[in-house]
């Protein structure tokens, strides 16, 4: 361990020294490598102080070359499975992944797997999920007109800051709903639908989100999936049931009124949940729904009574009081994740 510990060393060491290109290069270059293939050397790299002499050429202002920014958020992404505390104590390391999100290169696609490494902490999620910029550069990424590399890092880094149910409004606000479901539209790959859905699943756990969807028919498009001649694989079914359960739970029976207009919704909820050859979560998730909507239509028939104008054949849409947003927690295996 000791020839390792001198081989950081003098590392960090050329990382810090480094004025011209070509030695810069060299030296973020061979710590990309080194931190790929060397498990034992990325904490004492952290500790060293490499976490700073990288980021800073991602800094805003910075002149660095673009392979100089796609070795150092490569550097990064690397460090961080080992060494997340030393990542999130430096200064100025969140926003100058920020910053590389914008850049025209692979530095983006690092710096978004970067960040969901460090949401896998769940304290480090309200932190992340408190700068805008942030969110709203992730979700730009998502609207690119053909998906790429980093449109699945930037789903996977959107679904770690939406297990944090607080961010899931600043979400919303910032046009997540929209982007997520033109994404389903525009690239049916099973695995890109996979990955929205999950993320939507979670951020339909907040009451923000009722009108988000309806402008984008959401719940229709959920619905189709749920459908199992449309297709679709059997965990984007899941999350779609997962996704109405949540909003239903969330948005009350406004969210069940919703569902409810969507022609023939209701059957193929209750066919889902009785269908043996779901999966045994999708069972889960579609008959907890059921139990949702004729629990939620009994209150609206309740205060339909109670106001003196209930009608057995009348959707009451009118605003029930707000719900406690769903606990739901989706495991972290719904979407697979590796490192480059």
């Known amino acids: 361990m000791e020839v390792k510990l001198r081989t950081v060393r003098s590392l960090v060491r050329r990382l810090s020294e480094a004025t011209d290109e070509p030695s810069i290069a060299a030296a973020v270059a061979e710590t990309r490598l080194m931190s790929k293939h060397d498990s034992e050397i990325r904490l004492p790299l952290a500790e060293a102080g490499a976490v700073s002499l990288l980021s800073k050429h991602l800094r805003a202002g910075s002149m660095a070359s673009s392979s100089i920014q796609e070795d150092a958020a490569a550097s990064l992404l690397n460090l961080s499975i080992a060494a997340r505390e030393s990542l999130m104590s430096t200064p100025g390391l969140i926003d100058a992944l920020g910053n590389a999100l914008k850049l025209p290169n692979m530095a983006a696609q690092h710096a978004a797997a970067t960040l969901y490494s460090l ?57 997540a709903v929209s982007a997520l479901f033109s ?48 297709g679709a694989s059997e965990r984007s079914r899941e999350n779609a049931a997962a996704a109405l359960l949540n909003l239903v739970t969330a948005g009350g029976e406004r969210a069940a009124g919703d569902l409810r207009e969507v022609g023939g919704a209701e059957d193929t909820v209750i066919e889902m949940a009785r269908d043996d050859s779901t999966s045994a979560r999708g069972k889960t998730k579609a008959e907890a729904l059921v139990k949702v909507l004729e629990s939620v239509k009994r ?31 989706m495991s972290q295996s719904s979407i697979s994740h590796g490192w480059s």
């Open 119 to 175: 949401l896998c902490v769940d304290s480090y999620r309200p932190i992340i999920g408190s700068k805008r910029p942030i969110l709203s550069s992730l979700i730009s990424l998502l609207k690119s007109p053909v998906s790429t590399p980093s449109t699945k890092d930037a789903l996977k880094a959107l679904f770690g800051v939406s297990l944090y149910p607080l961010n899931r409004p600043t979400l919303v606000d910032l046009g």
């Open 299 to 329: 209150i609206g028939r309740h205060d339909s009574w109670m106001s003196g104008s209930f009608d057995e054949d009348e959707d009451d849409h009118r605003p029930s009081p707000p719900t406690s947003a769903s606990s739901f927690s």
């Open 183 to 230: 994404l389903i539209v525009k690239d049916g790959r099973s695995g890109i639908v996979e990955d929205v859905t999950a993320v939507i699943a979670q951020i339909a756990g907040c009451g923000e989100s009722v009108d988000a969807f309806r402008k984008v028919a959401g719940v229709r498009v959920l619905v189709d999936l749920i459908e199992p001649m449309t």
